[in-house]
């Protein structure tokens, strides 16, 4: 089956020139122990934005996972000029490339994306319904935004991997106003991914539906659908997820043990088929984190009587305040397991209807959770690390 992933073209400011001013030249060598290394850089969407603005100077790679920044044995692809991107164009697989470079043949452990500050709003986010402010990334602008993820670069040959930003995690609300970057970014080897693809009904897109590939409640990738309700959650590396979709005041619709294999699509959805998803009442759920300063991600997760877990909604608790707020359906959520015969049947879990784990994590302090009852009324949790 075809890739159903597609790369973005270049912003019109690069088209005219190179991409790339990097160590060893940005094409293939022919040269014994050497390789090429290409970088893309793609985006699950931004929970409450219209725009999410980075703008990438250039990539580093080391064979070290713990050189710091100024050590010897980095290679760099550095972009002619920096390219300003928003991350919300980068969605159901599409990819922008950042460029290419030749380098020694090996194992590498750490990357680095470099982010450019000489413009005000080169990093900046677009609220819904608000206007552009500035993004602060301070850590970025200087070393660089590091990540540990291990590739082999092979002599002679060319390794892709894509970093999959997932701006909905990284963007972190401040009680003035502003917004801070707190990065969530993943390194991909394109040569072992492969997507999962489907519909929603067209008539839910205007609920704001969210697809996502989960192991064990973990958000490994999401998406929303377009228009039409199509969606691709790709790149992903091979192996079986499970899909968890959700919306607004919809039932959440779960497809279990959808296996991905490499450089392949697996579709668990159709155009003439879409996945329904059936109208559902919503409570809330808030509360106060304390420090604010340890900018927590809450998350509303379901435990089906099978064990499986998944992840319904998540948002970031204010860095000033503390506080977070999320909207999460009431009716029991639909469960079914992948067949390649299309459609795959759900049906509703009436046990855990309502029923929550409010759960609390952030760097350098124990997970917390606890368990809420949201059937009939809304609920508040506060979590102190």
Known sequence: ????????????????????????????????????????LTDAPACGFDQVNVTVSKVRVHKNADASENDA????????QPARINLLDL??????TLGQTTLPAGHYTQIRLVLDGSDPLANSVLPSGGTEVALATPSALQSGIKLNGQFDV????????????DACKSVVKRGNG???LKPVISMIP????????????????ASKPFVSAQINGVIVKGTVPDSSGRFSLAPLVAGNYTV???????????????PVSARAGTDISSSAAPIAMQPSAANAVSGIVSPASSQALVSATQTFDTGQKVTVKFVNADVQSGAYSMSVPTAAPSLGRYSATLPISLAQQAPIAGKYAIEAA???????????????TAATVNFTF
Request: proline share 2%; net charge negative; aromatic share 6%.
């Open 244 to 258: 968890v979709i959700t919306a607004d005041a919809r039932v959440t619709d779960v497809i279990d043990s959808v």
């Open 362 to 376: 952030a760097s350098g302090y124990a997970g917390q959770s606890y368990l809420a009852d949201l059937l009939n």
């Open 73 to 80: 044995g980095w290679s760099d692809i550095v972009l002619s």
């Open 190 to 205: 394109m040569v072992t991914s492969g997507a999962i693809n489907g519909y929603v009904d067209p008539a839910v897109v």
């Open 178 to 180: 502003g917004y801070n």
């Open 91 to 96: 969605t159901n697989g599409i990819m922008q």
């Open 154 to 165: 092979a002599a002679n040959s060319t390794t892709d991997i894509a970093l999959d930003f």
């Open 1 to 40: 089956m075809k890739h159903t992933w597609r790369k973005l073209p270049v912003a019109a400011s690069l088209a005219a020139a190179s991409l790339l001013s990097a160590c060893g030249g940005g094409g293939g060598s022919s040269a014994s122990g050497q390789g090429t290394l290409s970088v893309s």
